[in-house]
């Protein structure tokens, strides 16, 4: 089983840049894909980032794309998520996601484990 732990939420000014880190313990391993999804105040969870267990290959929501940065610490089992040129539109609570399995993809049912999520406020 792999346990995952989001951190590095908080409350910043739009314009201003966060690092979220997840941490994987337990079974962990390079191989898998992870991701990151985010869920705004009554709204569905949606796609942010995903990235492949090499690092080699990653994926951005059109939202984000050019302004977050995915990247992944294999042998620290860390994944991160930069996020520059923050806007109040991207308030949300940040989840991290791994599939023990193969595939990725921007859906969350590629993913079978999921962090408790760490919150992102944008003021204006």
């Known amino acids: 089983q792999v346990q995952l732990v989001e951190s590095g939420g908080g409350l910043v000014q739009a314009g201003g840049s966060l690092r979220l880190t997840c941490a994987a313990s337990g079974r962990t391993s390079s191989s898998f894909n992870m991701a990151w999804f985010r869920q705004a105040p009554g709204k569905e969870r949606d796609f942010v980032a995903a990235?492949?267990?090499?690092?080699?290959?990653?994926n951005y929501a059109d939202s984000v794309q050019g302004r977050f940065t995915i990247s992944r610490d294999n042998a620290k089992n860390m994944v991160y998520l930069q996020m520059n040129r923050l806007k109040p539109e991207d308030t949300a609570v940040y989840y991290c996601a791994l599939n023990t399995g193969y595939g990725w993809g921007t859906a969350e049912s590629w993913y079978n484990c999921w962090g408790q999520g760490t919150q992102v406020t944008v003021s204006s």
């Open positions: 990235i492949t267990g090499t690092g080699r290959s990653t």
